[in-house]
């Protein structure tokens, strides 16, 4: 009778890891396409398989980190940011629960504003009044966009906005100039508050991320408030002190 040969260091590693699932049957249980999986590999992103021969074996931690990998791709996260992430978890460097967490909290809107897609009479509705060409200017504004037979609303908060200014007088065209003015420095401020934030939590200091978000979040949007209203009476004081308003009154008053 033959003698068994001795296990090798890499079958007891595969049958003490689980690892007994092909490629394809990974595949076939995770819903992941095999060359995707390859894929995975490549970025670094799953661990190595366990080789046995010239076969490579699969286990439940890969089953596992293909469902992490499709949880954080649904939350937005490149590639890249993934490998960085899981790097981390495997070093024991990062709790996975309370990194989901601080996402969570992350992730929370800002401002009760969500789009939604509506049929013209709800989007009348919407912007508050009715008149000729106003559909038209409003998807050629980008604060609407037409699909088929209804109409995408990127933010209804702002859709109300223009139409309540255009009614008080102002072209729905520099509405829309004014709405970009505001999101390139708005946004510019919003990614400076970030940095800032950041660098304190990842700096050494004692700052609990998700705490200084949730703390920031109604101090950042009242402080935006205040600082802008500021801002606005201290240009419309200097534009009466400067007599140029007084300039437009009397254009206007000569028509």
């Known amino acids: 009778m033959r003698e068994a040969k001795p296990e090798t260091e890499d079958e007891t590693n595969a049958r003490d890891a689980g690892a007994e699932h092909t490629i394809d049957e990974l595949a076939s249980l995770s819903q992941v396409p095999s060359r995707t999986i390859r894929f995975y590999q490549s970025k670094g992103v799953l661990p190595k398989p366990v080789i046995r021969g010239r076969v490579a074996f699969y286990g439940k931690a890969h089953l596992e980190r293909l469902e992490l990998i499709a949880s954080l791709q649904d939350r937005g996260l490149r590639i890249d940011a993934i490998r960085e992430l899981v790097a981390r978890i495997d070093k024991g460097e990062l709790d996975i629960g309370e990194w989901l967490g601080l ?59 223009g139409a309540r200014l255009e009614a ?13 003015i505001l999101e390139k420095y708005v946004g510019r401020a919003a990614k400076d508050l970030t940095e800032l934030v950041l660098s304190r939590a990842g700096g050494g200091a004692d700052v609990d991320l998700a705490k200084a978000v949730e703390s920031l979040r109604p101090l950042a949007m009242e402080g935006v408030r205040v600082i802008f209203a500021q801002a606005m009476q201290a240009e419309l004081r200097e534009l009466a002190r400067s007599g140029r308003s007084a300039k437009v009154a009397r254009r206007r008053a000569k028509r």
Request: one cysteine or more; charged letters at 30%.
């Open 168 to 180: 008080a007088g102002i072209d729905l065209d520099d509405v829309v100039r004014a709405k970009a």
């Open 103 to 161: 996402d969570a909290e992350l992730q929370q809107p800002w401002a009760n504003d969500q789009p939604c897609t509506v049929t013209e009479d709800e989007l009348y509705e919407l912007a508050g009044r009715k008149r000729a060409g106003l559909l038209n200017d409003l998807v050629r504004g980008e604060l609407v966009e037409r699909r088929g037979n209804v109409f995408f609303v990127p933010s209804p908060a702002l859709l109300s906005i």
